[in-house]
C-alpha cells in the first residue's frame, strides 16, 4: 500500500509562532504517500478528514512524538586518520591555530586524506554516518576539503555521494577546495585558488557539488580570495556557505551576504555590521558549538543580536577530526542550549526548519503536506527532551523519503 496514516501521535511540525515556536500537535496523526516520498496531511486526529484515511495502511504510534528528520547541515565527515596526537598537544598548551602554523592541524589531515584509499575512506566515514543516523538524522551535508587537490577532492566528493547509495539519507555535498593551503603551494595562496577554480570547473562538470563554501581565516583565506571563490561558484549557479568569524572578524559575513549567502557558520567573532548584512540577506547563522566546545573557546556567537534581527539559527555537528570531532546531533542540542543558552525550541528548530533551509531545501524540515516524508518518531513524552538529556538516545523509529528506515524500540 503506498499510503500510510500514523495515528496516536503527537506532531512537532516546526512551524510555529512567538508563542508556540514548535508548532506542537497533541493527539495528532499524520499521512504520508510513500510512492511519492511525500505528506498528505499532518494535523489533529480530530479533524482528519474520513475520506483521506481510507485506503491507508494504519500504524498506532501510541503516544510517540514526531518530527521532521533532523538535519545535520554542516559536516566533513569524509577524512583519513584522526588528531588525537594534536589534542593531547593542545591539551599541553598548544592552539588551534599554533598547531596549523607549525604544518598540523587540517594539514595533517590532508596528508592522511590524500593517503587512503576510496574504499578506506568510505569504510570509516560509514561507521560516522551510522552513528548520526542512529539518532534519527536523514539529511547531511558533506564538505570536501582534506584533498585540496582534483583527484583526492574528487575522491572524497565520491565517497560522500556513495555514502547515499548505501544509507538512508540524503547527502548534499559541498565543494571546500578553499579549506587550507596544500604544502605544494605554501606561500602561493593566490595560485593555490587558481587551482581551486579549475577543481570547481572540473568537479560540477562531474556532478559532485551542491554549494561550496570558503573558510575564511587567517589561517584560511582572506575576503579576496574568497570573493573569487564565490564569483566562480555564482558563474556556475552554485549557492555559496562561508566559514565565517570563527576565529578572528574577517567581514566574512558581509562578503557572503554580498553573494546571497546559505548559510554562515561559525560566527563567535560576527560583528553588529556582519549581522545586519545576514538579515538583510536572509542567510542562515550556523552554529557550531561542538568546534567552540573542543578548541575551549570562550567568546560566544552573539545570540542576542541574531535573535533580535530574526537571523533564522542553525546548529550542526562540524564533524571533524580537528575542531569537532562528534557524531551526535543530539550533543549538539544539549551543548546549544547549555553554551550558547539557546532556548531548546531554538535549537530543535536549528536541526529541522533553519538546517533545512541553510542547505537551501524547501521542500523539508517542517511537517506539513507536499514536504518530504523524513520523519522520526521518538518514544519521549516532549521535545524538549531532546536537548535535555546528555549522551542518551531515546528509542526511535525512522521514515526516509516516504520508507520505514529502521530504529530502535517498539515498531509503529
Ligand atoms: O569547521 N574551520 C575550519 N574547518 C573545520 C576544522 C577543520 C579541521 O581542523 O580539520 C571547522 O572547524
Ligand atoms: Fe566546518
Given at each position: 500500500?503506498?499510503?500510510?496514516?500514523?495515528?496516536?501521535?503527537?506532531?512537532?511540525?516546526?512551524?510555529?509562532?512567538r508563542?508556540?515556536?514548535?508548532?506542537?500537535?497533541?493527539?495528532?496523526?499524520?499521512?504520508?504517500?510513500?510512492?511519492?516520498?511525500?505528506?498528505?496531511?499532518?494535523?489533529?486526529?480530530?479533524?482528519l478528514?474520513?475520506?483521506?484515511?481510507?485506503?491507508?495502511?494504519?500504524?498506532?504510534?501510541?503516544?510517540?512524538?514526531?518530527?521532521?528528520?533532523?538535519?545535520d547541515?554542516h559536516?566533513?565527515l569524509?577524512?583519513?586518520?584522526?588528531?588525537?596526537?594534536?589534542f593531547?598537544?593542545?591539551l599541553?598548551?598548544?592552539s588551534?591555530?599554533?598547531?596549523?602554523?607549525s604544518?598540523?592541524?587540517?594539514?595533517?589531515?590532508?596528508a592522511?586524506?590524500?593517503?587512503?584509499?576510496?574504499?578506506?575512506?568510505?569504510t570509516?566515514?560509514?561507521a560516522?554516518?551510522?552513528?548520526?543516523?542512529?539518532?534519527?538524522?536523514t539529511?547531511?551535508?558533506?564538505k570536501s576539503?582534506?584533498?585540496?587537490?582534483?583527484a583526492?577532492?574528487?575522491?572524497?566528493?565520491?565517497?560522500?555521494?556513495?555514502?547515499?547509495?548505501?544509507?538512508?539519507?540524503?547527502?548534499?555535498?559541498?565543494?571546500?577546495?578553499a579549506?587550507?593551503?596544500?604544502?605544494?603551494?605554501?606561500?602561493?595562496?593566490?595560485?593555490?585558488?587558481?587551482?581551486?577554480?579549475?577543481?570547481?570547473v572540473?568537479?560540477?562538470?562531474?556532478?559532485?557539488?551542491?554549494?561550496?563554501?570558503?573558510?575564511?581565516?587567517k589561517?584560511?583565506?582572506?575576503?579576496?580570495q574568497t570573493?573569487?571563490v564565490?564569483?566562480?561558484?555564482?558563474?556556475?549557479?552554485?549557492p555559496?556557505?562561508?566559514?565565517?568569524?570563527?576565529l578572528?572578524?574577517?567581514?566574512g559575513?558581509?562578503?557572503?551576504?554580498?553573494y546571497?549567502?546559505?548559510?554562515c557558520?561559525h560566527?563567535?567573532?560576527?560583528?553588529?555590521?556582519g549581522?545586519?548584512?545576514?538579515a538583510?540577506?536572509?542567510?542562515?547563522?550556523?552554529?557550531?558549538?561542538?568546534?567552540?566546545?573542543?578548541l575551549?573557546?570562550?567568546?560566544?556567537p552573539?545570540?542576542?543580536?541574531?535573535r533580535?534581527?530574526?537571523?533564522?539559527?542553525?546548529?550542526?555537528?562540524?564533524?571533524?577530526?580537528?575542531?569537532?570531532p562528534?557524531?551526535?546531533?543530539?550533543?549538539?542540542?544539549?551543548?546549544?542550549?547549555?553554551?550558547?543558552?539557546?532556548?531548546?525550541?531554538?535549537?530543535?528548530?536549528?536541526?529541522?526548519?533553519?538546517?533545512?533551509?541553510?542547505?537551501?531545501?524547501a521542500?523539508?524540515?517542517?511537517?506539513?503536506?507536499?514536504?518530504?516524508a523524513?520523519?522520526v518518531?521518538?518514544?519521549?513524552d516532549?521535545?524538549?527532551?531532546?536537548?535535555?538529556?546528555?549522551?542518551?538516545?531515546?528509542?526511535?523509529?525512522?521514515i526516509?523519503?516516504?520508507?520505514?528506515?529502521?530504529?530502535?524500540?517498539?515498531?509503529?
Amino acid at each position: 500500500m503506498s499510503r500510510h496514516l500514523l495515528t496516536h501521535c503527537h506532531l512537532a511540525t516546526m512551524q510555529g509562532h512567538r508563542d508556540d515556536p514548535l508548532g506542537l500537535i497533541p493527539d495528532g496523526a499524520l499521512i504520508w504517500d510513500e510512492a511519492g516520498a511525500a505528506i498528505v496531511w499532518a494535523g489533529a486526529q480530530k479533524d482528519l478528514p474520513s475520506e483521506l484515511r481510507a485506503g491507508c495502511e494504519i500504524h498506532d504510534a501510541q503516544g510517540a512524538w514526531v518530527t521532521p528528520g533532523l538535519i545535520d547541515c554542516h559536516t566533513h565527515l569524509v577524512f583519513g586518520g584522526d588528531r588525537s596526537a594534536e589534542f593531547r598537544l593542545r591539551l599541553h598548551g598548544a592552539s588551534y591555530e599554533e598547531i596549523a602554523r607549525s604544518g598540523g592541524g587540517i594539514a595533517s589531515t590532508v596528508a592522511a586524506t590524500r593517503q587512503a584509499s576510496a574504499e578506506a575512506l568510505l569504510t570509516r566515514s560509514l561507521a560516522r554516518l551510522d552513528q548520526l543516523l542512529s539518532e534519527g538524522v536523514t539529511t547531511v551535508e558533506i564538505k570536501s576539503g582534506y584533498g585540496l587537490r582534483s583527484a583526492d577532492e574528487g575522491k572524497c566528493l565520491q565517497v560522500a555521494r556513495q555514502l547515499g547509495q548505501l544509507r538512508p539519507v540524503d547527502i548534499r555535498t559541498t565543494f571546500l577546495g578553499a579549506h587550507a593551503l596544500p604544502p605544494e603551494y605554501a606561500g602561493r595562496a593566490d595560485a593555490y585558488i587558481d587551482e581551486v577554480l579549475v577543481m570547481l570547473v572540473d568537479l560540477h562538470r562531474q556532478g559532485l557539488i551542491d554549494a561550496v563554501d570558503v573558510f575564511c581565516e587567517k589561517i584560511g583565506f582572506n575576503l579576496e580570495q574568497t570573493e573569487r571563490v564565490f564569483r566562480a561558484a555564482h558563474r556556475l549557479g552554485l549557492p555559496v556557505k562561508l566559514h565565517a568569524e570563527q576565529l578572528s572578524d574577517m567581514d566574512g559575513a558581509a562578503l557572503a551576504a554580498r553573494y546571497a549567502a546559505l548559510s554562515c557558520d561559525h560566527l563567535e567573532w560576527l560583528s553588529p555590521s556582519g549581522a545586519q548584512r545576514l538579515a538583510q540577506a536572509g542567510t542562515v547563522a550556523v552554529l557550531l558549538p561542538g568546534a567552540f566546545y573542543f578548541l575551549r573557546e570562550t567568546r560566544l556567537p552573539p545570540i542576542g543580536l541574531l535573535r533580535e534581527l530574526g537571523i533564522p539559527m542553525a546548529l550542526a555537528s562540524d564533524c571533524n577530526p580537528g575542531s569537532s570531532p562528534c557524531t551526535s546531533l543530539l550533543i549538539m542540542l544539549s551543548m546549544g542550549c547549555t553554551l550558547f543558552r539557546l532556548t531548546p525550541e531554538e535549537a530543535l528548530l536549528g536541526v529541522t526548519r533553519h538546517a533545512a533551509r541553510a542547505l537551501g531545501l524547501a521542500d523539508r524540515g517542517v511537517l506539513a503536506a507536499g514536504r518530504r516524508a523524513d520523519l522520526v518518531l521518538w518514544r519521549i513524552d516532549h521535545p524538549v527532551e531532546l536537548c535535555y538529556h546528555i549522551g542518551h538516545r531515546p528509542d526511535l523509529q525512522v521514515i526516509q523519503a516516504g520508507l520505514w528506515a529502521g530504529g530502535t524500540g517498539r515498531p509503529a
